[in-house]
Antibody, heavy 114, light 112 residues
Framework: EVKLVESGGGLVQPGRSLKLSCAAS????????MGWVRQAPGKGLEWIGE????????NYTPSLKDKFTISRDNAQNTLYLQMSKLGSEDTAIYYC???????WGQGASVTVSS | DVVMTQTPPSLSVAIGQSVSISCKSS???????????LNWLLQSPGRSPKRLIY???KLDSGVPDRFSGSGSEKDFTLKISRVEAEDLGVYYC?????????FGSGTKLEIK
């Protein structure tokens, strides 16, 4: 069974950083592009970016490119999202997903507030 | 960025009725490999999104054939025949042809 489990969410102060992890199991993680999507409270889905199998290609939505960094560790079957200079607008549920969107995690809640 | 215009924003239908949701893109979604990367996803209340349809009309495994997708170039439709209670939630289209990938704003389906 394909499983994606996010962790690392929580309450963070404005201007600080936070790193989310996504543990993958049930499939050959290193064969797949992976990505992140977020959803602000009561809002729609926003594509953050994606990373290819060997991390040689990483694509971001332009508005987040300078704040967010996607990485992966194939030996640990884990995807990461490093978020910096967080503001209230970054409060959202962050989903790990396959790049083709056919597998999703349960989401990690991030709240940016003082 | 490609803008995905999804209509209507909400629908209220009775069990057994059929509904259609439209998604129009600001650019053609035909990729250089000739495929069209238009997906439909459903986010049921309190749940993570789930992909239903990919490449315009291909149903994901386990998705009932009451769901169908159609369209080409810039104009796409999701049709749900014989709506069931479990179909309620928010439907999103997503284009995966042009970077950055972009979602429609969603259509909330309610059951009367």
């Amino acid at each position: 069974e394909v499983k994606l489990v996010e962790s690392g969410g929580g309450l963070v102060q404005p201007g600080r950083s936070l790193k989310l992890s996504c543990a993958a199991s049930g499939f050959s993680f290193n064969d797949y592009w992976m990505g992140w999507v977020r959803q602000a409270p009561g809002k729609g889905l926003e594509w953050i970016g994606e990373i290819n199998q060997d991390s040689s290609t990483i694509n971001y939505t332009p508005s987040l490119k300078d704040k967010f960094t996607i990485s992966r560790d194939n030996a640990q079957n884990t995807l990461y999202l490093q978020m910096s200079k967080l503001g209230s607008e970054d409060t959202a549920i962050y989903y790990c997903a396959s790049a083709t969107m056919d597998a999703w995690g349960q989401g990690a809640s991030v709240t940016v507030s003082s | 960025d490609v803008v995905m215009t999804q209509t209507p924003p909400s629908l209220s239908v009775a069990i057994g009725q059929s509904v259609s949701i439209s998604c129009k893109s600001s650019q053609s979604l035909v990729a250089s490999d000739k495929n069209t990367y238009l997906n439909w996803l459903l986010q049921s209340p309190g749940r993570s999104p789930k992909r239903l349809i990919y490449q315009v009309s291909k149903l994901d495994s386990g998705v009932p054939d009451r769901f169908s997708g159609s369209g080409s170039e810039k104009d796409f439709t999701l049709k749900i025949s014989r709506v069931e209670a479990e179909d309620l939630g928010v439907y999103y289209c997503l284009q995966g042809t042009h970077l950055p990938f972009t979602f429609g704003s969603g259509t909330k389906l309610e059951i009367k």
